[in-house]
């Protein structure tokens, strides 16, 4: 699960219990939100895909080893959109 759909689901959550403070707590989950989707910008993610990509190619845990981009990888679309199709290319450059 990513942070995306742990956030979501947390509203969800709270959504449906009453006596709860929602405000404050979705307070809460739209800076935490801000501030992991700040950890690294679109650049430096861009800076780094190519050599997480050949990690994750060579069967490494690029997501272990380098866990900041995996993280804003779950929280921004157009760098996995990216990272989806420079890894695509990867792999069918080294199937042939």
């Known amino acids: 699960m990513n ?7 947390i ?5 449906m219990k009453q006596g709860t403070p929602n405000e404050a707590v979705l307070g809460f989950l739209r800076v935490l939100e801000e501030v992991r989707a700040a950890d690294l910008t679109c650049d430096e993610i861009y800076s780094k895909l190519d050599e997480y990509v050949e990690r994750q190619a060579d069967r490494h845990d690029a997501a272990e080893l380098m866990p900041l981009i995996r993280e804003h990888l779950d929280l921004c679309p157009e760098c996995c959109e990216e990272y989806e199709a420079l890894l695509k290319v990867i792999e069918e450059a080294g199937e042939k």
């Open 3 to 9: 942070i995306q759909e742990l956030i979501q689901r």
């Open 11 to 15: 509203r969800t959550n709270l959504g």
